[in-house]
């Protein structure tokens, strides 16, 4: 498998323009989560789904993000609008569950957001 | 809830010293507990992880971890440091449901 694939790598955008980040999870796994990471803030759970079911945003900072899991291969992180401060590292990470357990999360390479 | 607490955001230590960094946890349940690192530009990769059994876990490039549920720690620890492993290291905790992150601690490695 190749691994949680985001796209894009990076995006500079300018402020008050919709962001839609992409995220397709390793195939298999059931879990998703959406991260953001800043020297600020550090590595914040935004949201994560199970079996493409939202199961707790309460990460998400505000109305403007939402995030999306249509089917088991695919999720979009969007902004609208972007702001200056949501310029960060979005990182997104699937996970498998077996016999009830979670095991790791495996991290996509991340999109780096600028927002100007 | 869950929560990581990792001391000292930055570390220093010379290369073929020992690397410690300290982690302590919250959790309601018993905890799952990971070790990840992050190079500049990249995404995280895992290190080790704890989840039952043996408290001593040992992962890649050497390092291991234990976990000390009297203390609610699980630091990680290397003999040797190695001019390579100079990253940000990340400590997180699982309720099995969802994993929450430490703010992170930067290794430099000192020739």
């Known amino acids: 498998d190749a691994g949680v694939i985001q796209s894009p790598r990076h995006e500079v955008t300018e402020m008050g323009q919709e962001v839609t980040l992409r995220c397709k999870p390793i195939s298999g796994h059931d879990y998703l989560f959406w991260y953001r990471q800043t020297m600020m803030r550090g590595l914040e759970l935004l949201i994560y789904?199970?079996?493409?079911?939202?199961?707790?945003d309460s990460g998400m900072p505000e109305d403007r993000f939402s995030a999306k899991m249509p089917n088991a291969s695919f999720s979009t992180l969007k902004i609208q609008p972007s702001e200056p401060r949501d310029s960060a590292v979005y990182f997104c990470?699937?996970?498998?569950?077996?016999?009830?357990?979670?095991?790791?999360?495996?991290f996509g390479q991340g999109t780096r957001l600028t927002v100007v | 809830a869950q929560s990581v607490t990792q001391l000292g955001s930055h570390v220093s230590v010379s290369e073929g010293a020992l690397v410690l960094l300290r982690c302590n946890y919250s959790?309601?349940?018993?905890?799952?507990l990971f070790w990840y690192v992050q190079y500049p530009n990249q995404g995280l990769q895992l290190l080790l992880k704890?989840?039952?059994?043996?408290?001593l876990v040992k992962g890649i490039n050497g390092f291991e971890a234990e976990f000390k549920k009297s203390e609610t720690s699980f630091h990680l620890t290397k003999p040797s440091a190695h001019m390579s492993d100079a990253a940000e290291y990340f400590c997180a905790v699982s309720d099995r449901l969802d994993m929450r992150f430490g703010a992170g601690t930067r290794l430099t490695v000192k020739p």
């Open positions: 789904f199970n079996n493409n079911v939202p199961i707790d």
């Open positions: 704890y989840t039952t059994g043996a408290t």
């Open positions: 990470a699937s996970s498998l569950t077996g016999a009830g357990q979670n095991t790791e999360a495996f």
């Open positions: 959790s309601s349940v018993p905890p799952y």
